[in-house]
């Protein structure tokens, strides 16, 4: 699903945020990315989301080589994939509902079918009782579920999250982080961006741990 | 182990498309749900618009009251070529008969539209008469006066009636042509003047109209900066984030067309009895042309698409500076 061909990251030609990264992700696996904080975890999923191109090397995803991705062909490309957020990046001024239909209203879905899908999200994250509450009446492990519903909203294939339970108490990452699994379950390419080693330990997935943009251990879960 | 479903996955690998049929009404749907959208925003912040489109109305007034004038010179400017004659004047020993030969030769000429004969009495007596003289040139014992005839060109452009004067001049028996040609020529230059210095005054406040619309989006960008970049992250297409600016725009740009279509009727309004005394001081009757059905729909075209393009300008500005490096 996602192939990192001896990727480079280098900001202002000098600071080398990621380097020689080579590294593959099979469709429909479950992967956590660790490290300390400026390792480089944000960088990567920046560049699989083509907020970033690549400094040196090739990303494919899905096969493609989305560096060769022309500009107008971006916004397509980035609808395969949900992102979640660790700040989750819900807007202030909408209704939960609307929210989550975001994805759907930026392609167009008829209103019909996205109220369908919207309410499916909302019922698998257990949030569809507060379809009409704004954002900012949420707490914040409700607020991250929103976020979660929205990325998941259009049965993207490949679900990236960038520490999802960084501001969460253990139970409510334990809950967020079950989500996850499920939709991993169903087929859905899951990576997370996480420091939380403890929660990580526990779960049993394939992790990638960086060092100072470098690669330093990929570990197979037991 | 890293989990490998052992089936095709069900349902999550696979990225719903949209077909192209509903893509297309959903694209409908979201422009009228902007063109709505933007309207109410507008509205929410109604002395704000009002300002905006104030600025916009006072840079498209100017212009379009010079064109407004200009389209006036231009009425006035045909009524005066109509007038534009030649005067022949025949040589003095050109008696009548042979004066009414020459009238006719002329007439015969292809590009002479009317003429009028002049003898030498009737000149004397038209002199006469404009000076009020009649006692001292009654006492003259010969008329010095020669017969003339006035000619009506059928095409009133200076060169075309330039030349027609050299030809006639040939003509035997004909003693000189007077053309007074120098201030229908000063006219003209004058209305090209003013029809150039108008079209510079379109262009710069033209330029005024996107200066002002970028600038109002340009803040409205700015205050919606972290919802475009969501939507940007969630696969926003360039012309899905700037759809909204862009009505907001033609929405400011429109109410400035209308703003100056109403300064236009309230000046034209003012303007007209003391225009039409001035008219009337000088025998004419003139009246202050007026914008008409497809002068407005021009101004509020203009003044949309202008508001239009300003936003256009100020979102695609916003949208360079996120691309992804």
Known sequence: MIAFE?????????????????????????????????????????????????????????????????????????????????????????????NVALPLEIQGVESREAARRVRAALDKVGLLHREKALPIELSGGEQQRVGIARAVVNKPALLLADEPTGNLDPQLSADIMALFEDFNRIGTTVMIASHDLALIARLRHRTLRLREGRLVADEEAA | ??????????????????????????????????????????????????????????????????????????????????????????????????????????????????????????????????????????????????????????????????????ELEAVSGVDEVRLDLAWLERLRHLAELGHRVALALAVLFGGGVLLVVGNTIRLSVESRRQEIEVVTLIGATHAFVRRPFLYSGAWYGLGGGLLAWGLLALGSEWLAAPVAALAASYGASFRLPQLGAAGSATLLLCSTLLGWLGAWIAVSRHLAEVRPR
């Not at chain 1, 690549?54 to 991705?69: C, F, K, M, N």
């Not at chain 1, 949900?82 to 700040?87: A, N, P, S």
């Open chain 2, 1 to 166: 182990m890293s989990r490998q479903p052992a089936a095709p996955p069900p349902r999550g690998a696979r990225t719903h498309r949209t077909r192209p049929r509903s893509r297309l009404r959903g694209w409908a749907r979201h422009h009228r749900a902007m063109c709505l959208d933007s309207a109410r925003r507008l509205l929410r912040a109604p002395i704000g618009s009002l300002l905006t489109m104030l600025a916009i109305a006072i840079a498209l007034v100017l212009p379009a009251a010079l064109w407004l004038a200009l389209d006036g010179a231009r009425l006035l400017d045909a009524e005066l070529e109509e007038s534009a004659t030649l005067t022949v004047y025949l040589a003095p020993h050109v008696e009548e008969p042979q004066a009414a030969r020459i009238d006719e030769a002329l007439l015969a000429h292809e590009a002479v539209g009317r003429t009028r004969l002049i003898t030498a009495a009737e000149g004397m007596a038209e002199f006469q008469q404009a000076l009020g003289l009649a006692d001292a040139l009654g006492r003259l014992e010969e008329n010095p006066l020669p017969a003339s005839v006035v000619v009506t060109p059928r095409d009133p452009d200076p060169a075309a009636v330039r030349a027609l004067a050299a």
């Open chain 1, 6 to 98: 001896h990727v480079g990251k280098r900001y202002g030609g000098r600071f080398e945020a990621l380097a020689n990264l080579d590294f593959r992700v099979r469709r429909g696996e479950m992967v956590f990315l660790t490290g300390h904080s400026g390792a480089g975890k944000s960088s990567l999923l920046r560049l699989i989301m083509r907020l970033e191109r690549p400094s040196r090397g090739r990303i494919l995803v899905a096969g493609h080589d989305i560096d060769r991705l022309h500009h107008s062909q971006v916004p397509y490309y980035r609808r395969q994939i949900g992102v979640v957020f660790q700040d989750h990046q819900l807007l202030l001024d909408r209704s939960i509902y609307h």
